[in-house]
């Protein structure tokens, strides 16, 4: 049984080292092209359907089954009618398909009437005639809200917060961890786990200590409440700190010896170096801030300072709730994140691989 075993080893591994010719796949091709597609539909499926759906009718949102395409139903001008009516195909008892206009629907039975004939009125069980579609965007679901909603307030809104707070979160979260990691003091270590130990904390506890504040700084209702309480963020801190960890001492030392302030040192060589990782918690603060909603909807109570993930709450009435909307505006939210990661993405796997983060 071994000696069958060992002879078999060769030929395994001779499969599965085989070299391929030019143009010959071999089934390891195949098996990695399907596994890397099936993760890419698991991955981008759901957006790619988002934006599609983003395009459809409030009607063509709930009809079942769904459809992947945004469909609209043809409709045609009527002689005798004021509004052009839906086109339906319709298959008579004796077996022939027809193109029938609707008047009305009165039960289980439709009224129509032939676009060539309209004098005559034809009543057809609601099963028989199926709806003639075509490809049909519903770009209204993008300009309505731009014009009747004031969606460019909050886009500017959140734009503003996302930059400022991202800017001043990279420079007090970058101070930080040039001290903890450059710094040699008694208690660096102990002070390290406390930071880390405060992402244990639920941000559901913090709310009501830190709406207090914010009040008594009379911050509430502006733009700065929702900036200024995750300035700092243990996270960054983390990461930051352990990226210049692996910054060479001998640097530092010898900026030291050239009469280098720690401001510069800090400014014009930790900086610098510390590029990848400053990314990285760029791309992290710029989506926690950009997709932040309970916080702001709770300091934020005027309609000009919300934001857009406030104002998409905005769609969502008591009793209606106007997803052909809501789809729309939140295609829109993920266009600067997708540009961020697109310009950045090349600082992730450096930044986070450097840090030691996982």
């Known amino acids: 049984m071994a000696d069958a075993t060992a002879q078999s080893r060769p030929g395994v591994l001779a499969m599965l080292t085989a070299r391929r010719g030019r143009g010959k796949l071999h089934w390891t091709d195949v098996f990695s092209y399907i596994y890397l597609g099936l993760g890419v539909l698991l991955m981008f499926g759901p957006v790619i359907w988002l934006a599609l759906s983003s395009f459809k009718t409030p009607a063509g949102l709930v009809e079942f089954p769904p459809t992947l395409l945004p469909l609209g139903q043809i409709s045609v001008p ?44 034809i009543d057809v069980p609601i099963d028989a005639a199926e709806p003639i579609r075509e490809f049909d965007m519903a770009w209204e679901n993008y300009t309505d809200p731009l014009q009747r909603f004031d969606f460019t307030r909050y886009l500017w809104n959140s734009v503003v917060v996302t930059v400022v707070a991202t800017a001043i ?31 244990m904390i639920p941000i559901t506890v913090i709310l009501v200590p830190v709406y207090l504040v914010v009040t008594q700084m009379g911050l509430v209702n502006s733009l700065w409440a929702v900036i200024l309480p995750g300035a700092a963020t243990p996270t960054g801190v983390f990461l930051l700190r352990q ?116």
Do not use: C
């Open 169 to 199: 979160t990279l420079l007090i979260n970058s101070m930080a961890a040039y001290g903890l990691a450059i710094y040699d003091f008694r208690g660096r270590n102990g002070i390290m786990l406390l930071v880390i130990g405060t992402l």
């Open 243 to 358: 990226y210049m960890l692996t910054i060479p001492r001998d640097l530092i030392e010898a900026a030291r010896m050239d009469k280098a302030s720690e401001w510069a040192i800090y400014w014009k060589v930790v900086m610098p170096l510390a590029m990848p990782a400053l990314a990285v918690l760029a791309i992290f603060s710029v989506m926690w801030r950009w997709n932040d909603f309970l916080w702001p909807l709770i300091v934020l109570n005027r309609s000009e300072v919300y934001t857009l993930q406030v104002g998409l709450n905005a769609f969502q009435g008591e009793l209606n709730v106007q997803w052909h909307y809501i789809l729309a505006m939140t295609v829109v939210t993920l266009i600067p994140v997708v540009v961020v990661f697109a310009f950045l993405q090349r600082f992730i796997t450096t930044g986070i691989a450097a840090s030691g983060m996982k």
């Open 78 to 121: 009527v002689e005798g009618y004021d509004d052009p009516l839906l086109l339906f195909s319709v298959t008579t008892e004796t077996g022939e398909t027809r193109e029938l206009a609707q008047i009305r629907r009165i039960g289980i039975v439709r009224q129509m009437v032939d676009p060539a004939a309209p004098d005559e009125r």
